[in-house]
């Protein structure tokens, strides 16, 4: 959708039909998510269908956190949530709401319901309570407590809020159908006992509504118009629209913003599936709590702050989400289109670096000993603007490994043994002999330099077909570079339902290099993107030290997709 206005979707064509029937005034949507995590891209395809869709129509856009579960919620991940949405350009300008903001209503309509005897207090355990569910293929049945009179159920409710009994003795229950073909209209849960501390209301509640229950009344309080979300809810929706009409929102009403309303419109669209990685935040957490990552931010986690410290762009992202687009349909993307969109981003950003990830010394037989040239190079060929900068040549130099062979195959067209290429806008050189120590590893290669062949300079029109990156070895910085790649196996299939995918885990996600680099990735920031030539983009992590400037790989140069 980023960039494409004018390119509409189904869920647009559903909202332009609301807009031309009256059904609403004025498009409001919200971004609800649960703060029991870190955003990952998959949280981002809903975030930039909700905000995008207000911006397009002159709309609002609200920041919910649907903040229902004590045992899993925490402040740290409402902060890095905030932060993660303005990182990616946009501003909830409908404002910050919590779900906790409305358990007074919440509980006030709960009481209504019961006495409408649209609910009741049921006994059964978790255990008896899925046996009488049914099945797919079977209905359920009626607990024994579902026909309790009203005063008995409100009774036991207002003791429940009281902190009398203990957790699991009791919950609330819609009285919807327990013979419904789908499963959420099953008398649904709403109320349950917990005594956990909750990161907002501290212990002020012992009793906690349930999700399907707090979010379309959250919807509906806040004069939500469309309520966008992922198509996992779909199933969920009668009952989102049980709550809806049963606490009253569906009667034309003026809503909060003043607006003529009928309640909220859930609408779902595919949720965003990649290859080659996990999109559950219950696997994402058991990745960090077993060790296998480094935390929520390693660069290979799909979480945004993950993606941020690896160096994506949020252009970059929503790039990826726009391409994408809106279907009805699940399916799974492909990672390389999301790196496809990364390096279409930095290939005319980030300025070009030389750096050796594995260095082999290349020494000059007859370069002058202590002579010392200063070349100039430009920090992006296709954009002059962007400047020049003074790198030093001499002597003894750092190439990297891949770059020769002793006993090359034909059309290799790199260095070795009688073979000449160009260093980058320096000098043709030559192989004349291989340094081995007493184990036999090569450890250096003598070489001769062509003088008259300086780029630029008279002399220089000579033509190899070969041409390296390289760094002066007494004038450059040394290097930690991270080289990061996919969490999955590209062989094991992509189903993260699977319950192996701790064993599908990439042995090679991760590889470390100690390398040189140009001095510039010593005095950049944190964050920081640059390419090294004929490597790679990589990006300055916070692990970097004045001593030893850290560089994650964000992609390599190969693009691998295909549209």
Not at 129 to 146: I, K, Q
Request: net charge negative; glycine share 6%.
């Amino acid at each position: 959708m980023q960039n494409s206005p004018e390119r509409s979707n189904f869920i647009w064509d559903i909202i332009d039909e609301d807009l031309r029937l009256g059904r609403c005034q004025k498009v409001h949507t919200r971004f609800p998510p649960e703060p029991n995590g870190y955003l990952h891209i998959g949280h981002c395809k809903a975030m930039v269908t909700n905000f995008l869709t207000a911006e397009k129509y002159g709309g609002l856009c609200n920041l919910r956190f649907d903040d229902t579960n004590p045992e899993k919620e925490e402040t740290e991940f409402v902060d890095s949530m905030m932060e993660d949405i303005h990182w990616m350009g946009f501003h909830w300008d409908g404002g910050l709401y919590y779900a906790s903001e409305y358990y007074e209503e919440c509980y006030r309509i709960a009481e209504d319901f019961i006495k409408r005897d649209l609910a009741y207090i049921d006994e059964l355990s978790q255990e008896e309570m899925r046996a009488y569910r049914g099945t797919l293929t079977e209905p359920g049945r009626n607990s024994p407590w579902r026909d309790r009179p009203w005063e008995e159920s409100l009774d036991l409710f207002r003791r429940m809020r009281a902190g009398e009994f203990e957790e699991g003795r009791m919950v609330l229950r819609a009285k919807i159908d327990m013979a419904s073909p789908n499963m959420n209209m099953r008398d649904p849960t709403m109320y349950r006992i917990l005594y956990k501390e909750h990161h907002r209301t501290g212990n002020t509640w012992c009793i906690y509504p349930m999700y399907d229950y707090a979010h379309p009344l959250g919807d509906a309080i806040e004069g939500i118009t469309h309520s966008l979300c992922s198509l996992e809810y779909e199933d969920h929706r009668p009952l989102y629209d049980w709550v809806v009409e049963k606490a009253g929102y569906r009667t034309p009403h003026t809503d909060k913003h003043g607006h003529m309303s009928t309640g909220p419109r859930q609408i779902e669209f595919a949720r965003l599936n990649l290859t080659r990685t996990v999109m559950s935040k219950r696997y994402l957490r058991q990745l960090v709590e077993g060790g296998y990552v480094t935390g929520w931010d390693d660069p290979r986690m799909p979480t945004l702050i993950g993606m941020r410290r690896r160096g994506f762009s949020p252009a970059a992202i929503r790039d990826f989400i726009d391409r994408v687009g809106l279907a009805k349909a699940d399916s799974v993307v492909d990672y390389a289109l999301l790196e496809h969109c990364v390096r279409n981003d930095l290939g005319d950003k980030a300025p070009r670096v030389m750096a050796v990830l594995k260095p082999l010394k290349v020494i000059l037989t007859n370069w002058p000993e202590g002579k010392v040239d200063t070349l100039t190079m430009e920090n992006h060929p296709e954009h002059p603007d962007m400047g020049e900068r003074q790198v030093s040549f001499g002597r003894e130099l750092w190439i990297d490994q891949d770059d020769f062979m002793e006993n090359p195959p034909k059309k290799f067209f790199r260095l070795s043994p009688g073979n000449e290429v160009r260093l980058k806008g320096a000098y043709i050189i030559r192989c004349e002999e291989v340094i081995r120590d007493d184990a036999g590893n090569i450890t250096a290669l003598a070489c001769t330099v062509d003088m008259d062949s300086r780029s630029g300079s008279p002399g220089s029109e000579r033509r190899v077909k070969g041409t390296l990156q390289w760094v002066n070895a007494a004038d450059c910085t040394p290097i930690e570079a991270r080289l990061y790649d996919p969490l999955l196996r590209e062989d094991e299939g992509d189903d993260e339902d699977r319950k192996d995918f701790i064993a599908r885990l990439n042995d090679k996600s991760l590889v470390v290099e100690r390398g040189y680099a140009e001095h510039a990735v010593l005095d950049a920031d944190i964050g920081w993107v640059c390419q090294f030539l004929r490597v790679g983009y990589f990006c300055k992590d916070k692990d970097s030290t004045p001593a030893l400037p850290v560089m994650n790989r964000v992609v390599s140069l190969k693009d691998s997709y295909r549209p």
